[in-house]
């Protein structure tokens, strides 16, 4: 089975997608797939190409990713707004052959077909390529690779997110995040197509046209990076406007305690947080519904597994920090043209994900941080997201990002970044966590700014602090 084929199980007159005020029945989605296919086929396209699409959230991203499965070639999404060089890099990197687009002058080294060129004529074909898509990394510690994904590691994690969540034909889905992303097409794409669920499709993200969706379509299901979580908070939305959403997600980034408790009482809702990573399909674990643990990302999603292992890749005790590792149908294949970090990813049979966790007796996974942004002051371990949660809890603090900088005598020091209301001053924010934490945890440099570097899904860009 793939994507695909499961979209043929769904029933014809049930709306798939709903964006500006039209709608998309099963059956006309799956006839726009098979124009789409039909005019790439007619364009050279065959099975095993690589196909960029390069598109913000609309129908059309929808209809070219899975014609391009339909033809048996391998899709690379891209994020429109990535620069000449960046989507250079990834084009020559992934064998890219054509680019879709939408609209927009985009000057790029491979031909373009746009969505407007789609011809009239049905396609049968059926993707049985092994795989389905190079899904290029979101680069925040460097250069992205390729990482790819089978068909079946796909379709595993829409169906297990799917069965997870008990998502229903029923449900309508607010989807926001965008869909080039691996969060967004896996959680509010491929898992709510698997169940022949309703897509309420926006374009860019706004609290209050997100609430006035969900308040006039009777939204069931939310999912959103924890930026998305704090602007909506900001907002003051009124509560009566989320009263249909049954399920809320949190997933790209960690989500503070502070954000969190904050949305339980302004909207009544507790939030799933989750955790996954691109090598991943991307999901490994959310918080079940009505047994969430706060701060922890839940446990794992069906016939995923997970284990944490010391420095000599040995597995350790319940509740002891090490490196968080997995194996399920979900994990990647490797990553394209790159043996070496391929090797270096896996441990066994099992992938490693380079984030400090431990697990606890009754399987919850806590993310202490990543591996590699543990900062080292006087011999001892200083966790960022340890630090970034007491900053989030003042009432002042919007957002905060910490990091580890050398000093002048080559140790490292805690670094703060921080976006604050206009009251709070350095002074104040040190008095505070010298209450908090202990000293050598306290931040030595504070540093007021706007607003913190952040990539197309709101997870902060700490290399450019850096």
Known sequence: MNLWTQLQLQRDEQIAIQFEHRTMTYRMLRHRIRLTAETLRLKGVKRGDHVAIAME???GLIEALYSIWTLGAVAVPLNPAYTEQELAYIMKDGDVTLTIVEEGDFKLPVPIMRMTEVGTIPCEVEATHSLAMILYTSGTTGKPKGTMLSHANLFSNARDVATFFTYEQ?????????????????VVLNA???????????????????SELIERERATIFAGVPLMYNYILQACIPMKKWATIRLAISGGSPLPKAVHDQFMTDMGIA???????????????????????????????PNVE????????????KGHVGELCIKGPNVMQGYYKNEVATREAFAGDYLRTGDLAKIDE???VTIIDRKKDVILVGGYNVYPKEVEEVLYAHPSVIEAAVIGRKSEQLDEEVVAYVVANKTLTVPLLNEYCAKQLVRYKCPRHIIFCDTIPKNSTGKMKKYELK
């Open 271 to 301: 939030v799933s947080e989750g955790y996954g990573l691109s090598e991943a399909s991307p999901v490994v674990c959310f918080n079940p519904i009505g047994r969430e643990k706060v701060t922890t990302v839940g446990t794992t999603i």
């Open 57 to 59: 959230n609309s129908p």
């Open 170 to 186: 029923r449900d309508r889905f607010v989807v926001t995040l965008p869909l080039f992303h691996v969060f967004a097409l896996t």
């Open 192 to 210: 709510p197509l698997f169940v022949g669920a309703t897509l309420l499709l926006i374009r860019q993200f706004s609290p209050s046209k997100v």
């Open 362 to 364: 009754e399987g919850y």
């Open 306 to 317: 997970a284990k944490i292992i010391d420095e000599g890749c040995n597995e350790v005790l």
